[in-house]
């Protein structure tokens, strides 16, 4: 559409610099509304940014309709950039002309922190995430998750994966257990995926050999920590021919070294990257790490979340680094898809990755020989006639393979030090929450 030359375009509040005694028109949100005598001030925020804009008595028009801006109203301004020492960054806007695009009515809760308030309960601010979101600070999460993300993507494309999608409603249950969501499926039930596990194995024997994928995760469990949702992204890879869960766990640790490179590059200069190999340890040696310092175990071949986080400490003191892999989880806490050792059945060929102190990937080589599969499958007591679909992948050749299921939102709750994976989360769902 052709512009008539009198509109003049718009500039974003992060260009502005530079411009002094240009005109510009700036769009945006009314953060702060302060008057002063004959000269009425305002905060305008857009997605680059903040600019104080000033009007006086001078240009009646405007100063009137100033003053009966609401905070949060959207507003169109037109005005002179002058040089002011006084306002943040050197220079203001003096407004000529002003159209209010919105008007925004009495704020639920703050946008932007008042001086004098108390932090405000997170469950109203999720109510109202779309005003929560208008804060700088969360507006960088999700950039910080998009460099994330194009660095999985990157590492895993580079490296000869494909991307592949796989379906959210199943017919079975994936991994068994109560832990799924059912779902009406016209004459009959259907259940939302808890993770993508059985397809990502089906690439493997459709000869794939390398895959990745991102998409939604169902977990139907009544989970009130700060690291569970009953919704989440996961990531997910899943490669063939391997000889162990090390080639899984050299894959992950690179992929999260690019991951960390984009993050460091497109937002964070600050970040540091981690240095590989990454630390890796035993669930054993762990544990007698963990006795050492006299942290309680319940279990012998898993963790607690308490565990978790005093390794993640114990690790850094030691290392100085934020990651570690634990290797040889117990196979009675393990998926039975989850291969064992020849020589040790008490076992998994798995790991986990924590990262400051939190698991953010479970990973492992997977049971390709279908017996053996099945066998394990009936061990934990599971109903094997729903997974004959799933065992039958592997009856017409199948080649070695294994993968993991990462939590971005977790990886950037702690990258960014957030209270809860659900800060990390553009619209989070738990047990409790199901809008907006
Ligand atoms: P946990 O033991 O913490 O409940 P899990 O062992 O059930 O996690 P997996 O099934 O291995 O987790 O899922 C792979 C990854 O997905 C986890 O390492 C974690 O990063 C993420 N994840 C798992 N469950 C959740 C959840 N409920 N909410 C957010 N992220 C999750």
């Keep these: 559409m052709l512009k008539s030359k009198d509109i003049m375009l718009r500039t974003h509040v992060s260009d502005l610099k530079g411009k002094i005694s240009e005109q510009v028109r700036v769009e945006g949100f009314v953060q702060a509304r302060r008057d002063q005598g004959g000269i009425k001030f305002l905060v305008v925020r857009d997605v680059t940014g903040t ?77 109202y995430r779309w005003l929560d979101l208008r804060k700088p600070e969360k507006l ?9 993300e194009k660095g999985f993507r990157k590492y895993f494309s580079d490296n000869g994966y494909v991307q592949v999608y796989s379906p959210s409603i199943m017919g079975t249950a994936s991994e068994g257990g109560s832990e799924v969501f059912e779902v009406q499926y016209f004459d009959r039930k259907g259940y939302l995926a808890q993770s993508p596990q059985f397809y990502k194995q089906l690439a493997q024997s459709a000869g794939f050999e390398k895959v990745f994928m991102v998409g939604p995760v169902f977990r139907a469990e009544p989970s009130f920590t700060t690291r569970h949702m009953t919704e989440f992204t996961g990531w997910d890879f899943e490669l063939s021919y391997i000889d162990s869960h090390e080639d899984i766990m050299q894959a992950e640790e690179a992929m999260l070294v690019e991951a960390f490179k984009t993050v460091k590059e497109e937002v964070m ?77 008490t076992v998994t060929k798995s790991y986990d990755l924590i990262y400051k102190g939190l698991e953010i990937t479970t990973g492992a080589q997977r049971e390709h020989r279908p017996a053996i599969l099945k066998q394990q499958a009936q ?12 065992f039958s992948f592997f009856r017409y050749g199948c080649p070695p393979h294994g993968g993991a299921g990462i939590g971005p939102g977790r990886i950037i709750m702690k990258l960014l030090d957030l209270e809860s994976v659900k800060e990390a989360t553009f619209l989070p769902r738990d047990v409790r929450r199901l809008t907006p």
Excluded at 60 to 84: H, N, P, Y
Excluded at 276 to 304: H, I, Y
Excluded at 379 to 390: A, H, M, N, R
Aim: aromatic share 8%; glycine share 6%; proline share 6%.
């Design 51 to 127: 600019v104080q804009a000033i009007v006086t008595r001078q240009n009646g028009e405007v100063f009137d309709e100033v003053a009966k801006l609401t905070l949060e109203s959207v507003i169109d301004l037109t005005g002179m950039i002058k040089e002011q020492k006084q306002a943040p960054g050197g220079f203001e806007i003096e407004i000529e002309a002003l159209k209010v695009l919105s008007v925004a009515e009495p704020l639920p809760i703050p946008v932007v922190e008042e001086k004098s308030g108390g932090e405000v309960d997170a469950a109203l601010r999720f109510d």
């Design 140 to 148: 960088k999460i999700f950039k910080v998750w998009t460099a994330l």
């Design 269 to 345: 200069p600050e970040l540091e990257i981690p240095t590989v190999p990454f630390p890796r340890m035993t669930m054993n040696e762990a544990k007698l790490k963990l006795k050492q310092v006299g942290v309680p175990s319940d279990k012998a071949g898993d963790f607690s979340s308490e565990e978790e986080r005093e390794l993640g400490r114990l690790v850094k003191e030691e290392t100085g680094h934020d990651f570690v892999f634990v290797t040889e989880y117990g196979s009675a806490y393990r998926a039975f898809y989850h291969m064992r050792p020849e020589a040790d059945q």
């Design 379 to 390: 061990e934990k007591g599971i109903p094997t006639d729903q997974l004959e679909s799933y």
